[in-house]
């Protein structure tokens, strides 16, 4: 148990609708990573946060969107779904900014999303 | 990013050593090079880093050439557990945050 909870673990929607992922980070964790994993693609980055604020941003669409509270929990929204959405989204933490020397990040269970 | 490039599958037999290449030609002096692994319906998990000395913690040990162009990941005595997906993955100390994960080795462990 890496100490990061993603909720809802399945979700299966469909094309055109708006699902939230949410993410607990572990205990006194700044940092939030999202992660989209699909069979053709990998794992790809799609957006960090620091404390409430924006960091990093990678292959992130417009139609996503995310943000992370005061109380350092995430939510990824995903609006305007397309059958290519489907994957697993990955939310990752780690205790500080620079993850270069401590080297490690820790990834929740995913989130499965299905758009039928 | 730097580009790492990794064998898309490998085997090994259970209770015997395995070493994971990974080449990086093209690594610059300040590049981390990390491991992480995934499980079958796991997230992501850290396995080790390092920088330019060999490293070893609980997990495994990472054996880095002196020009660094190469590292292999060293699990000493495999297990049916360690079957998973074994990513090398370079982060330069100036660069952004993100951790770019390639196609990684698709570790069986044959028992």
């Known amino acids: 148990d890496s100490g990061v909870t993603q909720t809802p673990k399945h979700l299966i929607t469909a094309t055109g609708q708006r699902v939230t992922l949410r993410c607990s980070p572990r205990s006194g964790d700044l940092s939030v990573y999202w992660y989209q994993q699909s069979l053709d693609q990998g794992l790809q980055f799609l957006i960090q946060?620091?404390?409430?604020?924006?960091?990093a941003k990678g292959n992130i669409l417009e139609r996503f969107s995310a943000q992370q509270f005061p109380d350092l929990h995430s939510e990824l929204n995903l609006s305007s779904l397309e059958l290519g959405d489907s994957a697993l989204y990955f939310c990752a933490s780690s205790p500080v900014y620079r993850i270069t020397n401590t080297g490690e990040l820790f990834f929740g269970e995913g989130s499965r999303l299905t758009v039928l | 990013d730097a580009k790492t490039t990794q064998p898309n599958s490998m085997e090994s037999n259970e209770e015997e050593p395995v070493h994971l290449p990974c080449n990086h030609s093209t690594i610059s002096g300040t590049d981390y090079i990390h491991w992480y692994r995934q499980l079958p319906s796991q997230g992501p998990e850290y396995v080790i880093h390092g920088l330019t000395s060999n490293v070893n913690n609980r997990m495994a040990s990472l054996a880095i050439a002196e020009d660094r162009k190469s590292s292999t990941l060293i699990l000493h005595r495999a297990t049916l557990r360690d079957a998973a997906v074994y990513y090398c993955?370079?982060?330069?100390?100036?660069?952004?945050?993100?951790?770019?994960f390639g196609t990684g080795t698709r570790l069986t462990i044959i028992p």
């Open positions: 993955i370079l982060q330069s100390n100036f660069g952004n945050e993100k951790l770019t």
């Open positions: 946060y620091y404390n409430g604020e924006e960091r």
